[in-house]
């Protein structure tokens, strides 16, 4: 049998043997081995921000912040049409082959779209820590039981990791000691965050907002990450209140 080669990756700087914990495992995977350890280490302090960025998750456009950044899912949308042909292909055969095979592109798929999440998390977390600022995400737990979709999407909002790409915000956050919040995602892409108008035909399609009552328009997506954004000033200004004495 070959000799594994292994690479440790680690920070520049940062000591991997210090922050060792408990043991290791090493893995074969598709030819190749890898070395899964345990690291314990020591987050850094979280400062105080000096403001918010406010991010809108979404299905076309992954991640959409307040400052108008757009991490788009269309090049991934086709990767993962083009993967459910094949799957489907390889399905109507029935071998012992295609199983395997089945197997292997679904470890890929997963392993492309975790690939995304990270990048698009790293992008995010970099801004609000360059710029002092906190991070705030929408609380979307059970929301695949919440939201209604067309039809032609369903595939795609049962299939992409949403909980994923939060985790990975939340832990670069921690990381890199930037402040994070998860705030109530209720009627974000329908309130306008310079009247204060909430209505369901503001959003006259999925892309655009148009407030009735006060004319502000723009791009849906960056209306709700501003909308999160200043959920995200209130909440943790109360949040950090001086909590009173007990009697």
């Not at 306008?192 to 502000?216: E, I, S, V, Y």
Request: proline share 6%; charged share 30%.
């Amino acid at each position: 049998m070959q000799e594994p080669a292994v690479r440790l990756l680690a920070r520049p700087g940062q000591d991997t043997a210090a922050h060792r914990k408990g043991e290791s495992d090493l893995v074969h995977r598709d030819g190749k081995w890898f070395l899964l350890a345990t690291c314990d280490v020591p987050e850094p302090e979280v400062y105080e921000p000096v403001d918010w960025v406010g991010v809108d998750r979404g299905i076309v456009n992954l991640a959409t912040t307040s400052d108008g950044d757009n991490h788009q899912g269309r090049r991934l949308d086709r990767y993962r049409r083009w993967q459910a042909r094949k799957r489907a292909e390889l399905q109507a055969t029935r071998t012992r082959s295609a199983a395997r095979i089945l197997k292997k592109r679904a470890r890929r798929e997963k392993r492309h779209a975790t690939h995304v999440n990270h990048t698009i998390s790293k992008q995010v977390v970099a801004v609000a820590a360059r710029t002092g600022r906190g991070i705030a995400l929408e609380e979307l737990s059970g929301i695949r039981g919440r939201v209604t979709v067309p039809r032609d999407q369903r595939a795609r909002l049962s299939s992409w990791p949403f909980h994923q790409l939060g985790e990975f915000i939340a832990y670069k956050a921690r990381l890199h000691g930037v402040p994070f919040i998860a705030v109530d995602p209720a009627y974000t892409s329908q309130r306008c965050p310079r009247c204060g108008h909430t209505a369901r035909n503001n959003r006259p399609t999925r892309d655009d907002f148009c407030c009735r009552r006060c004319g502000l328009a723009g791009p849906a997506d960056v209306v709700a990450g501003v909308n999160v954004r200043d959920r995200a000033r209130s909440a943790w200004v109360f949040v950090n209140m001086p909590q009173p004495a007990p009697a």
